[in-house]
């Protein structure tokens, strides 16, 4: 369906690097240790740092930049933090149970059903049974925007601007 269910947050983060100012006061940053193991080489440990926009995607970034073996990539500025907000980061997507329900669908009234929980990625999906019935159904959940079109960050820290909901279509 190609729809979009992304957004960046432009945050604004203390000088500690741990509180992100949301509506003129600062409130913390969850940080979530993570181990990446490679085979045939050391692991790589990072610090996710999430706001209440998503996770601040600029710092994976950066650490790669700063990482890396390209002068060049290495001499670029680091990026401004930016919260990655998307609809499968969502704690109450329910996509998985659907796709288990959709498995146990005898009937278009059982499919349409088992589709109303799907929530990411935004899916065409087509019926068909034995007795002849086809279908078409494009379930997702779609962010309702107070301004813009997604296509460019947007500021995090006044609350004002932003995803005011989701449409479940």
């Known amino acids: 369906m190609a729809a979009d269910v992304e957004d960046l947050y432009r945050e604004q983060i203390d000088p ?20 990446i193991r490679i085979r045939g080489r050391n692991d790589v440990h990072l610090d996710v740092r999430i706001s209440r926009h998503g996770p601040l995607v600029s710092d994976a ?9 390209i002068p060049a990539r290495r001499a670029l500025a680091p990026l401004e933090p930016l919260a990655f907000r998307w609809t499968a980061l969502d704690a109450d997507d329910t996509t998985l149970a659907a796709m288990l329900k959709i ?6 009234s059982d499919f349409t059903e088992a589709l109303r929980d799907f929530v990411v990625p935004s899916q065409n999906f087509v019926y068909a049974d034995t007795a002849g019935h086809i279908g078409y159904y ?18 995090g ?5 932003g995803v005011d909901g989701m449409d479940p279509i």
Do not use: C, F
């Open 103 to 108: 498995s146990e669908a005898h009937s278009w």
């Open 16 to 35: 500690s690097g741990t509180l992100a100012e949301y509506r003129g006061k600062l409130e913390p940053l969850q940080v979530i240790p993570e181990t």
């Open 61 to 69: 970034i950066n650490a790669n930049n700063a990482a890396s073996s």
């Open 138 to 155: 494009a379930p997702g959940r779609i962010p309702i925007r107070s301004s813009g079109d997604g296509s460019l960050p947007i500021g």
């Open 157 to 161: 820290m006044d609350g004002r601007i």
